[in-house]
C-alpha cells in the first residue's frame, strides 16, 4: 500500500469500482515520509521495550525451568 500506490489503486478501482479511492488518498495525504518514518522508529521502541519487560517478567520461571543461570 505504501510502496506499490500506483498499482495498490488500480487494484482497488478494479475490485471496488473506486469507492474507498477517496479515503485512501486521504490517508495518503497525511502519510508522508517522516511520518511512516516515525511509526516505524516507535514501532521498533516499542518492540524493545516490550521484550525487556517481558524478558524481566518471566526470569525466574526460565531460572526456575533450568533454561536460564541465575546471575
Known amino acids: 500500500m505504501i510502496f506499490l500506490t500506483d498499482r495498490y489503486m ?3 478501482v ?3 469500482g473506486g469507492v474507498y479511492l477517496e479515503w485512501f488518498q ?3 495525504a497525511y ?3 517522516g511520518v511512516f ?3 516505524v522508529v516507535i514501532s521498533a521502541m516499542g518492540a524493545v521495550l516490550g521484550a525487556l519487560l517481558g524478558r524481566k ?3 525466574k ?3 526456575k ?3 536460564v543461570q541465575p546471575n
Open 10 to 12: 488500480q487494484v482497488m
Open 14 to 16: 478494479a475490485k471496488e
Open 26 to 28: 486521504n490517508v495518503l
Open 37 to 39: 518514518m516515525g511509526i
Open 61 to 63: 520461571h526460565f531460572i
Open 31 to 33: 502519510l508522508n515520509t
Open 57 to 59: 517478567l518471566l526470569a
Open 65 to 67: 525451568a533450568g533454561i
